[in-house]
């Protein structure tokens, strides 16, 4: 029986077309990914991860940090990018080349060679938390593509349209999974259901999601 979920897979190619401009790269992470965990976990040391508040007034459900020139920050004033980290003031802590390398390298590979991050949205899922259906349109140029990395947690992935009521597709996102998000897809409505239980051998009962911006 065809259902809403036969795009959720099992077995996939390496390199899967989701959409126009938007590349699933399935695993790309995990050959770099070694010197990923001990740089997550000096980032969340300098920055720790915290639950921002919308303008609207509602504490998210995701932790948020940043590394990178600028980081993307909400609060009652709106959603913008900012260089210092509002909790500490000081400047968000330095990209680490491991994770410049893994974005760019990803960006290359979908046909994005002059991709050159200055930000990255780290999210820390535990279960129960959700990102609603959203766009992503605080940068400045939305010609660069944004390069997604999932780690720990597997979830669910709902990638819509250009309209928030257009309908969306489902896709399993699990460690060492990367997506770029480019050319039409770069406006694309996307969000995360409430991530399930589990546990991740590495990573225990979390899900961490890195997204690589030009923001500036
Ligand atoms: C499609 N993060 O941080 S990653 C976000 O899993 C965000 O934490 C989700 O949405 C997460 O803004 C989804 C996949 C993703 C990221 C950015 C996109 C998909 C996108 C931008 C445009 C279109
Ligand atoms: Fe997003």
């Not at 959409?19 to 995990?30: C, I, K, T």
């Not at 609207?56 to 913008?80: H, K, L, P």
Request: hydrophobic share 35%.
């Amino acid at each position: 029986m065809k259902d809403l979920f036969d795009e959720i897979d099992t077995h996939q190619p390496e390199r899967q077309p989701i959409g126009e401009g938007a590349v699933l790269l399935r695993g790309y992470a995990l050959q770099l990914g070694k010197d990923l965990l001990p740089s997550l976990h000096d980032i969340g040391a300098a920055a720790p991860f915290r639950h921002m508040v919308t303008p609207g007034g509602f504490e998210m459900s995701v932790a948020m940090t940043n590394c990178g020139q600028a980081g993307w920050i909400t609060d009652r004033a709106g959603y913008r990018y900012d260089s210092h980290d509002p909790v500490s003031g000081k400047l968000w802590p330095p990209m680490p080349d491991a994770f410049l390398d893994l974005a760019t390298g990803a960006a290359r590979e979908a046909g994005y060679p002059e991709f050159s991050p200055d930000a990255c949205l780290i999210n820390r899922y535990e279960p129960g938390a959700r990102l609603s259906l959203h766009q992503d349109k605080n940068e400045r140029d939305f010609a660069n593509p944004i390069v997604s990395v999932s780690l720990g947690l597997p979830a669910t992935f709902q990638f819509g349209g250009l309209k928030r009521t257009d309908p969306v597709r489902k896709f399993a996102l699990r460690h060492g999974d990367v997506v770029v998000w480019g050319g039409p897809s770069r406006l694309c409505y996307h969000g995360v259901p409430t991530l399930k239980h589990g546990s991740h051998p590495q990573l225990g009962s979390v899900r961490f999601n890195l997204t690589f911006r030009k923001a500036l």
